[in-house]
Nanobody
Framework: QVQLVESGGGLVQAGGSLRLSCVASGSIFRINVMGWYRQAPGKQRELVAVVSDVGTTTYTSSVKVRFTISRDNAKRTVYLQMNSLKAEDTAVYYC???????????????WGQGTQVTVSS
């Protein structure tokens, strides 16, 4: 079994910072892409940022100069440093990982349970 466990969400004032972490655990052969999505009330889930196993990053345009995604492959952990937070960043943030459990089978996408980020204006 594979689990993704997020931490680091909370309430912060506009202009503040938060750092999200997500640890993957279980029977894992290799982790391909890891990243973060978010879902605000009444909206669809959207990509925030992803990072490949070799460190290539992709960001949605609205966070590009404010958020930084990174990963520690040895710790099976992905981070999201969020600076200059705005009220519109308020959402549940979900960790996402594309994981191969064995070399023989295709990879599978896993999701964390989500962590709430609330930015007060």
């Amino acid at each position: 079994q594979v689990q993704l466990v997020e931490s680091g969400g909370g309430l912060v004032q506009a202009g503040g910072s938060l750092r999200l972490s997500c640890v993957a655990s279980g029977s894992i052969f290799r982790i391909n892409v890891m990243g973060w999505y978010r879902q605000a009330p009444g909206k669809q889930r959207e990509l925030v940022a992803v990072v490949s196993d070799v460190g290539t990053t992709t960001y949605t345009s609205s966070v590009k100069v404010r958020f930084t995604i990174s990963r520690d492959n040895a710790k099976r952990t992905v981070y999201l440093q969020m600076n200059s937070l705005k009220a519109e960043d308020t959402a549940v943030y979900y960790c996402h990982a594309d994981i191969k459990r064995t070399d023989s089978f295709p990879s599978t996408v896993y999701w964390g349970q989500g962590t709430q980020v609330t930015v007060s204006s």
